[in-house]
């Protein structure tokens, strides 16, 4: 029985207390200002990895074709994987869950058992009240939480495409971060980069004063 959605991280050096407030003051990672995010692609915290579930009210966000890598093939296998989005005990961190599907991992994997995993958690400090919290009025939250997950992932180092979901929150993805994603990654080969990149596209994450396609 093969399960997936344990990302490449393990649960080695991680500190007895694993809650989520923890985790986040002292082993996030600041990918924006006031940005913190934790990869299971970097680390696995008990509250994080594959579950057989989603949680109650996740949003599907969108579907991603990509090549499968979190564990070494033989040859490239693509496959599609939909993304979900929940908050996580507070109105301001939300959780990305992936879920690939067997199309494709069954040809390589008679075993695998698709899950939801809950792969990336992210803290937007400056974001306290409920209106700046809104994902739908501030699609730029979500653009800059597809982009870091899409780099933890490690998918661009070959072709993927990602089709937002009709869901309310997928039709509010703007088409500029759409176009964006062939060519995004190109000059992005460490984490200071992404973030340096992220900021200059991002002005301002609450406000449209700055937008992907003036910035390119």
């Known amino acids: 029985m093969m399960r997936i959605g344990h990302g490449k991280a393990s649960k080695e050096r991680l500190p007895e207390d694993q809650s989520l407030d923890n985790m986040l003051d002292h082993f996030s ?67 990305l869950h992936l879920h690939t599907a067997e199309d494709g991992m069954q040809d390589v994997m008679d075993d695998y058992i698709p899950t939801f995993d809950y792969v990336q958690t992210t803290f937007f400090r400056d974001a306290h009240s409920e209106e700046r919290c809104s994902l739908s009025d501030h699609p730029n939250l979500l653009a800059l939480m597809l982009y870091v997950l899409f780099y933890k992932m ?7 495409t990602f089709v937002p979901s009709k869901s309310y929150l997928g039709i509010c993805l703007k088409q500029e971060f759409l176009a964006s994603l062939p060519t995004f990654y190109e000059d992005i080969n460490h984490s200071v980069e992404l973030r340096q990149k992220l900021q200059m596209i991002f002005p301002s994450l609450f406000e449209e004063n700055g937008s992907i396609s003036e910035s390119e």
């Open 29 to 95: 990672e600041e990918v924006y200002p006031n940005c913190f995010v934790l990869s299971s692609y970097d680390m696995l915290p008990s509250f994080m990895g594959a579950r057989e579930k989603l949680p109650d009210f996740a949003v599907r966000l969108g579907t991603l074709h990509h090549v499968f890598n979190d564990i070494m093939l033989q040859h490239d296998v693509v496959v599609k994987t939909d993304i979900y989005i929940t908050t996580h005990e507070y109105n301001n961190v939300f959780a």
């Open 154 to 160: 490690e998918i661009y180092h070959s072709k993927f």
